[in-house]
């Protein structure tokens, strides 16, 4: 069954974009919690180039950014603004992962679309957006 949902427009991409943590809190707390046990959030430009399994079903799941996986540590676009939420310093991190593609058990994720909107929505009330919106806080 495939139930499509219309989401607020924006003029901003970033907002748009942005705005999927939120959605996707919404949708689990509101209809999700205790139906079923994982969730995958994808681009709605999102290929699939092989096989996709049960091996993605893990706790928390993302995707290593496409443009960023052969960059060394130091190149990766994390927000590194320190007055940002989603700061991190030189040194942190282990991989880049991508805005378009995550998921996991629904707990986690919801986890996970909470903290990044809280964040997002913490950083814009001091009128900072991280370089990558979502993604940024994502990384973090
Ligand atoms: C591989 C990957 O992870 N790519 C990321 C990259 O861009 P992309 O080039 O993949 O961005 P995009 O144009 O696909 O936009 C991201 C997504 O937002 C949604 N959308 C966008 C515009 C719109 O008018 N309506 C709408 O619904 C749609 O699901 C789309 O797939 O950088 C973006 C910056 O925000 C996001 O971090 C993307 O996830
Ligand atoms: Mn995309």
Excluded at 52 to 71: F, K, M, N, R
């Amino acid at each position: 069954m495939l139930i499509v949902r219309s989401v607020p427009s924006s003029k901003r991409w970033q907002e748009i974009s942005a705005r999927r943590m939120e959605l996707i809190q919404t949708l689990i707390e509101e209809t999700l919690l205790n139906n079923v046990d994982y969730i995958f959030c994808l681009d709605v430009d999102s290929k699939f180039h092989s096989r996709w399994g049960t091996e993605s079903l893990g706790g928390l799941v993302a995707v290593i950014h496409p443009g960023y996986y052969q960059d060394d540590r130091s190149k990766f676009p994390y927000e590194r603004r320190p007055s940002s939420r989603a700061y991190l310093a030189p040194g942190e991190g282990d991989f880049y992962y991508c805005g378009g593609a995550f998921g996991g058990l629904l707990v986690e994720v919801h986890q996970l679309a909470k903290t990044c909107r809280k964040n997002f929505e913490d950083d814009a009330k001091e009128n900072i957006e991280a370089a990558w919106q979502e993604e940024s806080h994502l990384n973090r």
